[in-house]
């Protein structure tokens, strides 16, 4: 957690940081040699160093810093791995102002960064995570393939209900990050929240179509969505008529779509 | 999950509901009579219908009217505890508005609600949970108890971090519940931000304190507040100086504080 | 995590321990006064240090222990209540022998201890949870209430499931605790597995009625048994006949039955 | 969860299984086209009938089935992935005997099977995960790479502690999948036992190497093991002394260690 102290005013950065390293480490495994090995425990400290040069940094920048380091400190590593979880907190309201110094947890939503970088390449992603979003209108499903276990009603009204996983890849290393993140956050729940969908998998490609059109420094995006099943509960039983007010939200089975769009 | 349809205008009310039965069922576990038990998936099958009935209910409004019918129905029955727990969601922004059908998941806080009715009297309790907090400046914890174990340093200016849960019961069943539950939630976050705090167990209570003060219709209050602790990292061992700005969160051992406050 | 160390043979005892604090402490929540506050940091150096004085204890010893040093150290204390929770470990087996100094992780199982001491008199409680139990025969469900909400069917054989918690009472102080914990554990999981089941109810029963006739220093006991159900695949509909074979295991929503017995 | 029935003696089989399909699916993405899409409802019902067709198989077994299934039946459909976890049962001990309809859950270790076919090939793999050991001897991690940032004392005489998730692909479709399962289990944890750790790495590939040399049928393995640390706790500040008896189980930051290993 980084608190930045700018008068009445702080500010945070609340990251979870991962990092993997690949490389010549063959004899550590077969041999119990050490002696290329860097601790677990020596990552975790430069991490906070680095964040302490680097106070407020956005998580790619820092993840930037922190892969040259590795780099240049570790000739066995061919390619190390960084990746970000900022967990978003905002400002607790206090009559009309907001106030400077605390703070109310967002969530569950989260923002991801990744950097991945080998000696002559380093690529940068972004990304949301855990974004639950619901559509209660202008969702379907139907004309789907049938064989002899099929049992699902086809539907041209249902709700579309997911937990968003995106992570995209950015053209260069030159981009407002912070900047370019909510950009790509705005598209992808604008996109949602318009489509005239048919599956899942229409919405899915047409908000990654969407953050392809609209986001220029974007190469690639991945998008993973769960399928969170709303049912409509069958009241005529009670001598009630449902008119696609009440669902139950299941868990399992539920479907999970994926899919990578390339510019 | 409700879905109530206004034109172009929907509304979400997503609701897990517990429902908790006290009585005179003695036969069922002594000698397997299972003629007095009303089976869970009855249960479960009346919340739906009575959900319907009741479409876009606050959730104690829906509470209140599913312990009125299990008295009716169940002579056994002494004392029915219903414990509701909201699932919050906003309206995704397009543009200069807030979509009408589209919505995005608030989190991680909760609405909490809870019925507890017998025969002759009803009890009325609302509450929220997981709603995460943090205060970086005013807040303090010196002059505690010391013995052979303690090795704490005492400091003047710390990070104060909780993950409240808060549960209120209203003076009589004529509240406007909606209404309500924002005032004691903005109370509670206000009273947090403002403290001078010397340690969690004085927020807690200025927190409480606030409530019963400015919201006439809350009888009594009850706050847990785990103290989530940001440890300063060392980094004098690496020759930079700690501002007060590079903390690590650690989950375990922590305090959990609580306490209960009656008009 | 204690190892304690007999030539090739080591033992282990993985303990989780939680502290709870009731007593004169108003100033310290209304007037901010932290003078009589015990801080978490040092009950957690309490109980390193207790633990290394009483290496290997059973986890009811070490509460007690703990209990007195604090009632005897804070004067503000009224009630002290000691929250143990043992993770089990078996031995990993290497041709014919078990591994003095390898372990596997035994689950999901817990083992739990629980002391409440005041100044006149203590309480030791011992208990299981997440003991996941299940009877894929003499199980029944039937003559239940009806009323208009009804859809659940009778049957004669159902699958029984739950995951077990139970906490009981010792009559005093003096008790083989390890002794008496596979007592009754062993008492639990065989009436369990002999009775004729009408309900889950019924059954909790006839587990809780085993212990106080079985276990003669047991006071009293506490179950809980969330029914886990597994419903019977309709597989007609495929042309297919389910002799009962093929169930889905589905998560909510549950029942949840408990009971206190008292001798 | 299927029961088999063999008079008084019952056998469990408790599966959870994910499919993925991969193929040619563009239009289902692009135009909402679902003429070739197998809906997630469909897919379930064709588990529960070929578990019901083939009650009691192994995971395994069972995969290749579905496997075969979706291939047959899907013309779009490139490649397969049945992803199968068996949660383990054994029997409740009552007197001398197991009990044939009773039974306990084992855990927290799960056994894993992936098939992945097409239409010219199929991979099995199987697997274990969740599989919690410990070692309190013969474990060291001295000799690393020291940097401006290391902290860590080197250590000759440290726990070892993992949750260790495998993974190995078999040679050809004509296995014993049980027996097979059983003897890889066996030698990873007999091999983590009888191992003199310089390191995790050094240890994982021990295990890994004693597959491939025991197990004759399996072509691969993949291991990943966090290193969960238990720290000695420094006692001396209490004036007491930590013969490497008590030692603080930390969850994070902790180090993951992974490897695959070709024949």
């Known amino acids: 957690m980084e608190v930045s102290r700018h008068g009445d005013r702080h500010d945070l950065r609340d990251l979870t940081v991962g990092i993997r390293f690949e490389g010549d480490y063959d004899d550590a495994y077969s041999e119990g040699d050490n002696s290329g090995v860097l601790p677990t425990d020596t990552m975790k400290n430069t991490i906070y160093a680095l964040a302490a040069r680097h106070l407020g940094a956005e998580p790619e920048a820092l993840g930037l810093e922190l892969s040259r380091h590795f780099l240049a400190r570790n000739p066995r590593l061919h390619r190390v791995h960084i990746g970000l979880t900022e967990h978003l907190w905002g400002r607790i309201p206090t009559g009309e102002r907001q106030h400077g110094q605390a703070f109310l947890r967002q969530g569950p939503e989260i923002r991801l960064a990744a950097i991945t970088a080998e000696r002559d390449r380093t690529i940068v ?139």
Chains 1, 2, 3, 4 share one sequence.
Request: charged residues 20%; hydrophobic residues 45%; aromatic residues 8%.
């Open 125 to 263: 992603e972004a990304g949301v995570a855990d974004l639950v979003i619901l559509k209660s209108s202008r969702s379907a499903f139907a004309g789907f393939l049938h064989d002899e276990f099929t049992t699902l009603l086809e539907t041209g009204d249902r709700i579309l209900a997911t937990s968003l996983s995106a992570t995209w890849r950015y053209a260069d290393l030159d981009v407002e990050f912070g900047t370019a993140w909510r950009a790509v956050r705005r598209t992808l729940l604008e996109s949602f929240a318009a489509h005239d969908s048919r599956s899942v998998q229409h919405t899915l490609h047409a908000m990654g179509q969407a953050v392809l059109d609209n986001v220029i420094f974007v190469d690639s995006i991945h998008l993973v969505m769960p399928n969170r099943h709303h049912l409509p509960v069958d009241l005529s039983v009670f001598g009630l008529e449902n008119r696609n007010e009440i669902f139950v939200a299941t868990d399992e089975p539920h479907g999970l779509i994926e899919a990578t769009m390339v510019r």
